[in-house]
């Protein structure tokens, strides 16, 4: 399994940025995917969830203004970041956690960064 995340880059506070990740293989649609975030010397902190019977976690500091969903068919998940502010500055990795083997796959991450 391969996960490709794009989409990051630098916005003004206030701004929105969408980030897409698209997975190989043939794990997905049993598979509960999230996006992570992660700044340097930190530990990586999820920022929200969607498992693949569609539930939807957020991590309180983004609930409100963050969107995930995914697309089976097209084996992508993606998170929509409205409002984005200074504080959301961070590297963002998707992940794919299958629901046979229960093994957690990393994508390589994109920078998000937001100015104030």
């Known amino acids: 399994v391969q996960l490709q995340?794009?989409?990051g880059g630098l916005v003004q506070a206030g701004g929105s940025l969408r980030l897409s990740c698209a997975a190989s293989g043939s794990i997905f649609d049993n598979?509960?995917?999230?996006?992570?975030?992660?700044v340097p010397g930190k530990q990586r902190d999820l920022?929200?969830?969607i498992t693949w019977l569609g539930t939807i976690d957020y991590a309180s500091p983004v609930r409100g203004r963050f969107?995930?969903?995914r697309d089976n068919s097209k084996k992508t998940v993606t998170l929509q970041m409205d409002?984005?502010?200074p504080e959301d500055t961070a590297r963002y990795f998707c992940s794919l956690r299958s629901g046979t083997s229960g093994r957690t796959y990393w994508g390589q991450g994109t920078q998000v960064t937001v100015s104030s």
């Open 67 to 69: 969107v995930i969903s």
């Open 31 to 38: 598979s509960d995917t999230a996006w992570y975030r992660q």
């Open 83 to 85: 409002s984005l502010k």
């Open 47 to 49: 920022v929200a969830l």
């Open 5 to 7: 995340a794009s989409g």
